[in-house]
């Protein structure tokens, strides 16, 4: 299995309707696999265009079509502090949309906090997120990972995705698939990430980013770089990979570089 899809690029008017129109993508994505399947699996991201999104699904009336009982929930990465610290992602997912659906807790996959059984160990830690992703992977699954059906991931304005950050060790790491990070140049500077392998084998990778802060990002992800200049340009798909975007961060690829979807 490769993750060889070419990008396409879906662009909005702004990020308010990118955040509305990209919720009603991901449920009508979950509701289609919970058809063909029973069930599904997202993975979700944080930051302000992940939260956005969340937001927008707990405020959408088609949300009572997902089954949320049947719906297993996994992170890209966490930033490894207390369980409930409000930095964490898996608590302002709790506060924008989980709190307020039917999700069955045993399918919640919450990555490992620094007061857990592993304490202040994130490698530890780590490698604890990946034994429960393998445990869920099916034998024709890839890379030891459930074949998620739609992987979300935030770009930031360094073109990092997850918490893999340009020319950090991480970026290089082709065996693991779940990782501690130290020294993160964004604070805090230990986190837990899922790698490029464990993002490839995904269905589909949706890339967030609105904001004229991100223009330079994701011109530059989408200009074909290696992922240890741009770890956004490495992150695909399997079946599809799919850049939602606003005006204002689209507003410098080059005409034409990648199709619409």
Request: glycine content about 8%; overall charge negative.
């Amino acid at each position: 299995m490769t993750a060889a899809t070419t990008p396409q690029l879906v662009v909005h008017r702004d990020k308010e309707l990118m955040a509305q129109a990209a919720a009603a993508r991901l449920i009508t994505r979950i509701v289609d696999a919970q058809a063909a399947r029973g069930t599904a699996s997202v993975v979700l991201t944080g930051g302000r265009n992940g939260n956005a999104l969340l937001a927008a699904i707990a405020a959408s009336p088609a949300r009572d079509a997902v089954d949320w009982a049947h719906l297993d929930l996994w992170w890209g990465d966490e930033r490894f502090v207390p369980a409930e610290a409000t930095e964490r992602n898996a608590v302002q997912a709790r506060a924008e949309l989980l709190g307020s659906v039917p999700v069955d807790p045993a399918r919640v996959h919450e990555m490992p906090a620094s007061d857990g059984v592993d304490g202040s160990d994130v490698e530890a830690a780590a490698a604890r997120y990946a034994q429960e992703l393998a445990k869920a992977a099916g034998p024709g699954d890839h890379a030891g990972v459930p074949a998620f059906d739609v992987l979300l991931l935030g770009v930031g304005p360094d073109t990092h995705v997850a918490s893999l950050f340009p020319e950090h060790p991480g970026v290089r790491e082709t065996e693991l698939t779940v990782i501690g990070v130290r020294g993160a140049p964004k604070p805090p500077p230990t986190r837990i990430s899922l790698t490029l392998p464990a993002i490839r084998a995904a269905r589909e990778v949706w890339l967030l980013a609105a904001g004229e802060d991100k223009a330079d990002a994701v011109a530059l992800a989408l200009s074909g770089p290696g992922a240890l200049q741009a770890p956004a340009s490495a992150a695909r798909g399997f079946s599809r990979t799919l850049w939602l975007l606003d005006r204002a961060a689209a507003a410098k690829i080059p005409s034409g570089l990648y199709p619409p979807a």
